[in-house]
């Protein structure tokens, strides 16, 4: 074990993202050390890398799509091994005792922990986290290609599996993005007829490569009105990160069909009562999922091709990739290698 590593950490409020050398320590109780070969970057890491919350604590180290070795162990670390190969995403942690992680919702956990929000996060030649967050990657699955399983594949992968369609129904996904990428493939490999929405028609052929049977430019049409003319849809996953154009697309669902947000902003979202209930709409939204459930993901991916398409840019580059993604440049997921 080397004494330091590098991380890409915001060292004051509003700094700079930059190099900063750290020392490494060996973890301890149920913590596990990795060795961090790749990191994604997500829509949530431009708020961390800001760094401008009240009570932010300093170092900030962004990053919680992370994928690498396991290096260390803590001396309380029950069945992982050095050497093993692991992820860890959004759900970095949970008290494990509370109702909801006693009913196996640890995501919902009160104390749910976060890389980079409860931690030092990935972006960084190392990261220590608790061993129930971990995620054992399948074989078949690259290092790089697994990060992103982390949150934008899980969240997607639940938010279309768990909707309960019929058979051969009709999903949509609005937003051809990080999210909305991962959100197409996984509803054309469950089987389900996939429209892909984005604004522009740039998106259209990369979409129809991913598997999207449908394509609607929201800029040339209204997407709501788009879909009700292809007979609507049995479930909208919404992962734009602008929840302004949800009315009108609630009115694209089917009698009892549902919309999923998955992507938000700041912003409320309006619908007609009498609308959601005479036609028995569904407007829900859904967070993240465990280490099972990411492995769950993972391991369908491993089976169907599903991957996600990737910029791979080096670790010291993390400020431009932030500066990439808040200008909507990335097709569709940067990940930051360590090597």
């Given amino acids: 074990m080397t004494d330091t590593h590098v991380t890409m950490a915001v060292t004051e409020p509003l700094g700079a993202l930059s190099p900063s050398v750290t020392r490494t320590s060996s973890p301890t109780g149920t913590w596990v050390r990795v060795s961090v070969v790749a990191s994604g970057v997500c829509n949530a890491d431009i708020a961390t890398a800001a760094a401008t919350g009240d009570n932010t604590d300093f170092p900030v180290v962004p990053g919680h799509e992370i994928a690498g070795v396991v290096a260390e162990l803590g001396d309380r670390v029950e069945g992982w091994s050095v050497g093993d190969r692991v992820a860890v995403g959004w759900f970095g942690g949970s008290c494990g005792h509370c109702a909801y992680c006693r009913e196996g919702d640890v995501v919902h956990c009160a104390e749910r922990k976060v890389p980079g929000l409860s931690y030092p996060g990935g972006w960084a030649q190392s990261v220590t986290v608790p061993a129930d967050a971990l995620v054992r990657v399948p074989d078949g699955l690259d290092l790089v290609d697994a990060a992103p399983f982390g949150c934008a594949g899980v969240t997607t992968f639940n938010a279309v599996r768990r909707a309960g369609i019929r058979p051969g129904g009709r999903v949509a996904v609005f937003g051809i993005g990080g999210l909305g990428h991962f959100a197409v493939q996984f509803a054309s490999a469950l089987?389900?007829?996939?429209?892909?929405?984005?604004?522009?028609?740039?998106?259209?052929?990369?979409?129809?490569?991913?598997?999207?049977?449908?394509?609607?430019?929201?800029?040339?049409?209204?997407?709501?009105?788009?879909?009700?003319?292809?007979?609507?849809?049995?479930?909208?996953?919404?992962?734009?990160?602008?929840?302004?154009?949800?009315?009108?697309?609630?009115?694209?669902?089917?009698?009892?069909?549902?919309?999923?947000?998955?992507?938000?902003?700041?912003?409320?979202?309006?619908?007609?009562?009498?609308?959601?209930?005479?036609?028995?709409?569904?407007?829900?939204?859904?967070?993240t999922g465990s280490a099972r459930e990411t492995e769950e993901a993972m391991r369908f991916a491993v089976v169907t091709g599903v991957r996600p398409v990737v910029e791979r840019m080096p670790l010291e580059q993390a400020a431009e990739a932030v500066g990439r993604l808040r200008g909507g440049a990335p097709r569709f997921r940067t990940v930051l290698e360590t090597a």
Avoid: F, K
């Fill in 191 to 287: 089987g389900y007829e996939t429209v892909a929405i984005a604004r522009g028609g740039d998106r259209e052929e990369a979409s129809r490569a991913l598997g999207a049977h449908h394509y609607i430019d929201s800029s040339a049409r209204a997407p709501g009105a788009a879909l009700r003319q292809l007979g609507g849809a049995d479930l909208i996953v919404y992962t734009a990160s602008s929840t302004a154009p949800v009315d009108e697309l609630l009115t694209g669902l089917r009698t009892h069909g549902q919309l999923t947000l998955v992507g938000v902003d700041a912003g409320s979202v309006t619908v007609p009562a009498a609308r959601l209930v005479m036609n028995g709409h569904t407007l829900t939204g859904h967070l």
